[in-house]
């Protein structure tokens, strides 16, 4: 039951925010300062808390009732200023989405332990036991490998179906790890941990049926770009969790609201990358293209990127510094 002291040392703050919702209805959002664009944004947030504890006392329903319109108005009066802009779209891109993944690369590389860590317990479980492979692969998948036929030459007949669907897998399998995180990230371990042993198992199998050629050359034009896109995912996901677990000295609501938001960036600016990814696997890798051009391919593609998250922006951060 929500006390009336508690509705009291509350109700300066939806004033407060009332008063800044009147001010940037009559002159925009340009009208206030920047301190008090961010008290705005702290306010909508505490605000939002605030709602899901009033309702959860039903002899509160007028005062829900209120801070329900109030939350929405202050909802659209924040997203309403965003407009999109092709030039902060491309600043988003170019500047600051690098910098955000230097600032969390070491979510980044925890997240790649992980995967790297699970890929070699499922290649020595594979290699010890050969038959521990059809119980994570499945038998068919498995007898295509004992073949020693690729289970991806059926994607060269159906390329633009084929793209959309490996986009349309990738970009659920990044969200998911993603948003994971919120479960303190154990979700997040588990996917990147269950990728890694599902590569590791695959890879010792190819193996063992003398077709790591053709799986690596398939892997590779794409992988340089899908994997790297997976494990900053699993970097976001890690990120909220951290927020979430050590807050630090930030109220936990501000330090997970702050985590998010970088977490949020974090996975956003993965999406083109594993558009291009999944255009890659579909027309180029299960192709019979050289080896030797689909590894140079890989090669170019892996510093392009890295010059991209590394070098490049960075150059531009102290050209204007």
């Given at each position: 039951m929500i006390s009336t002291r508690w509705l009291e040392k509350r109700k300066p703050y939806w004033s407060k925010l009332e008063t800044l919702l009147e001010r940037s209805a009559k002159g925009g959002l340009k009208s206030l300062s920047r301190s008090e664009l961010q008290e705005l944004s702290l306010l909508y947030r505490?605000?939002?808390?605030?709602?899901?504890?009033?309702?959860?006392?039903?002899?509160?329903?007028?005062?829900?009732?209120?801070?329900?319109?109030?939350?929405?108005?202050?909802?659209?009066?924040?997203?309403?200023?965003?407009?999109?802009?092709?030039?902060?779209?491309?600043?988003?891109?170019?500047r600051t989405y690098p910098s955000v993944?230097?600032?969390?690369?070491?979510?980044?590389?925890?997240?790649?332990?992980?995967f790297l860590v699970a890929g070699v317990v499922g290649a020595v479980l594979t290699y010890q036991n050969p038959d521990f492979k059809v119980k994570l692969l499945g038998p068919q998948m498995v007898e295509t490998i004992d073949r020693h036929e690729m289970w991806t030459e059926s994607i060269v007949g159906i390329k633009p179906f084929a793209s959309s669907a490996i986009m349309t897998n990738n970009m659920s399998v990044g969200f998911t790890t993603f948003a994971l995180g919120i479960t303190a990230g154990l979700g997040t371990i588990y996917m990147m941990a269950f990728n890694g042993l599902l590569i590791g198992v695959i890879g010792m199998a190819c193996w063992l049926s003398g077709m790591s050629v053709q799986l690596w050359s398939f892997v590779a034009p794409h992988g340089v770009l899908e994997l790297p896109a997976i494990f900053i995912a699993g970097g976001a996901g890690l990120r909220i969790a951290q927020g979430l677990l050590f807050p630090g000295l930030l109220p936990r609501?501000?330090?997970?609201?702050?985590s998010g938001l970088e977490a949020v960036q974090l996975v956003l600016g993965t999406v083109p990358i594993l558009i291009i990814a999944g255009l890659i696997e579909a027309f180029v890798s299960p192709t019979a293209l050289p080896v030797a051009l689909k590894f140079s391919m890989a090669g170019a593609l892996f510093v392009l990127l890295a010059a991209y998250l590394?070098?490049?922006?960075?150059?531009?951060?102290?050209?204007?510094s």
């Open positions: 505490q605000t939002a808390a605030d709602l899901a504890a009033i309702r959860e006392d039903r002899g509160s329903v007028h005062f829900a009732r209120y801070v329900n319109q109030l939350l929405v108005r202050a909802h659209n009066t924040i997203y309403s200023g965003r407009r999109a802009n092709p030039a902060a779209i491309f600043s988003f891109f170019w993944f230097r600032r969390n690369l070491n979510h980044c590389l925890l997240s790649v332990m992980i609501r501000d330090s997970l609201a702050r590394f070098g490049l922006s960075r150059e531009c951060e102290s050209a204007q």
